[in-house]
Nanobody
Framework: QVQLVESGGGLVQAGGSLRLSCAAS????????MGWYRQVPGKERVLVARITTDGSTDYAYSVKGRFTISRENAKNTVYLQMNSLTPEDTAVYYC????????????????WGQGTQVTVSS
């Protein structure tokens, strides 16, 4: 089994910062791309940022220059540093990782965390 556990969400005022963390654990052989998505009620879950094994990153246009994604491969952990937050960033943030399990299929599969609420007040 594999688990992704997120932490770091909460309530912050506009202009403030938060740092999200997501740690993967379990029977992990390797982790490929990791990323953060967000979802607001009534809308689809959308990509916020993604990072590959070698550190290449992609960001949604709306967060470029404000959010930074990083990872610590030795800890199977991905982070999202969020600065200059606005009320439009309010959402449930989900961690995603493409993980190949030990003694299982020889390719990775997507796993999701349980989500962490980020609320930005004006």
């Amino acid at each position: 089994q594999v688990q992704l556990v997120e932490s770091g969400g909460g309530l912050v005022q506009a202009g403030g910062s938060l740092r999200l963390s997501c740690a993967a654990s379990g029977s992990i052989a390797s982790i490929n791309a990791m990323g953060w998505y967000r979802q607001v009620p009534g809308k689809e879950r959308v990509l916020v940022a993604r990072i590959t094994t070698d550190g290449s990153t992609d960001y949604a246009y709306s967060v470029k220059g404000r959010f930074t994604i990083s990872r610590e491969n030795a800890k199977n952990t991905v982070y999202l540093q969020m600065n200059s937050l606005t009320p439009e960033d309010t959402a449930v943030y989900y961690c995603n990782a493409n993980i190949r399990r030990l003694n299982y299929r020889n390719y990775g599969e997507p796993y999701w965390g349980q989500g962490t609420q980020v609320t930005v007040s004006s």
